[in-house]
């Protein structure tokens, strides 16, 4: 029992103990003297005196907890109050009772998922420790084999040892027959050079003799023996009447068209080709053979030949491949403005000519020579085709085109078999 009950219970006791007797005392003395209260009779005033007795028990009772118990005093000033607060209380309590009763299901729930952790951990501890048992084997096993590694690493390093002795003293031969071969590369490269001055003197010699073998007595050569003089092109299709012809006429003109190509000029003016009917005739047939529509006949003299004597041919015919149709583009590209340049359209014409002979050469597989220079442009042409682009502008677009048909065999001559045409370039053609 909490103390402030007993203490309520106790001072109750005897305040009313006190009051009862203070108040049977009163009422006696009262009754006695036959005392009237208020006009009463003493019967009835010992009533009122009983009443007020009791009433004064109650009220000292109060009174005297209240000055006795801070705890009553709050009781009977904030009753309500603390009806309130033991309401709220006890609401709190049930809220409190409802977490408990859950935390009590998640605290059985994390027991559970203990004890299941636990016999996994107890599981995984009994596999660790059989890992650990294998890898000490595993561990025994591996010292064993550092052993046997240290014990092989010994004799190597022995071995090395004497490897090294070895080396030392074949190193030593070695440069020893190294000085005795640079020695005798020495002496044979002297010997070397002796013969090379030997070799340039005869080739003097050489040269001497061949300059007065070709200013003997008949004169100085002019064609040399297999040098080619000619090709022409001829239709298979034609009658051999006609053939013969076209060849006869050919071989005629050769000596006023042949030309030196290193010096341009004309070596064989006061020469004529010599022929025989039979020659004629075997390249009459060769000509019927070839499987194509067009067959190449290419003369080459048949011996050396010096100033006005007659020049012996020999012919070799082959089928001819058609190049570029009348019409299709050869080659083409845009140039721009470039930097620098005094003359930027003339620089421009002459780039477009050298990279149209690359072209042909490095894309084509066309190979200069005597019978076929690829190509032959003067100033004029490049001034000219600078004066169109000039009128054109930068970017410009250049476009070689075919007047006619081309073939393997013949000269890409400007001005003749193809033109040049001048365009404006737009952007994308300069990406």
Known sequence: MATTSIIFIIVTIA?????????DTLGRVLGKKRVSLFGLRPKKASIVIAV????????????????ASSTVRKMLLEMDNILNNLTTLQTNLDDLQGNYDELQGSYDNLM???????????YQISQYEGDIVGFEDKITELNAGKISLEAEITDLTGNISDLNTRYDATK????SQITDRESRVAELNSQINSLNEQISSLNARLEQIMQELSTHELG???????????????????????IYDLLRGWIDSIPDTYMNPESGELVLKDNQLEVTADDYYTVLQEIRDVGTDRAIVIAFASENVV???????????????????????????????PEGATDPYRAVSAQFFEDARDYLINQQGFVPSSANQIMQFTIDDLLNLAQQMAETGFPVELKMVALTD???????????QFT????????SDLE
């Open 15 to 23: 305040v009313s103990g006190f009051v009862a007797w203070a108040g």
């Open 52 to 67: 007020i007795t009791g009433m004064l028990i109650t009220a000292l009772t109060i009174t005297a907890m209240a000055f």
């Open 112 to 122: 559970i998922e203990y004890g299941r952790l636990a016999e996994t951990h107890s």
């Open 172 to 175: 030593a031969d070695l440069e």
């Open 220 to 242: 100085n050569i002019k064609v040399y023996e297999g040098q080619q003089l000619g090709v022409v092109l001829i239709n298979t299709h034609l009658d051999q009447a006609t």
């Open 307 to 337: 100033e006005q004597q007659a020049v012996p041919a020999r012919f070799e015919v082959s089928g001819s491949r058609l190049i570029y149709s009348a019409g299709t583009r050869i080659y083409s590209n845009t140039y721009d403005e």
């Open 406 to 416: 081309i073939y393997s065999t013949d000269f890409l001559v400007y001005g003749q």
């Open 420 to 427: 040049v045409e001048i365009g404006n370039a737009v952007p």
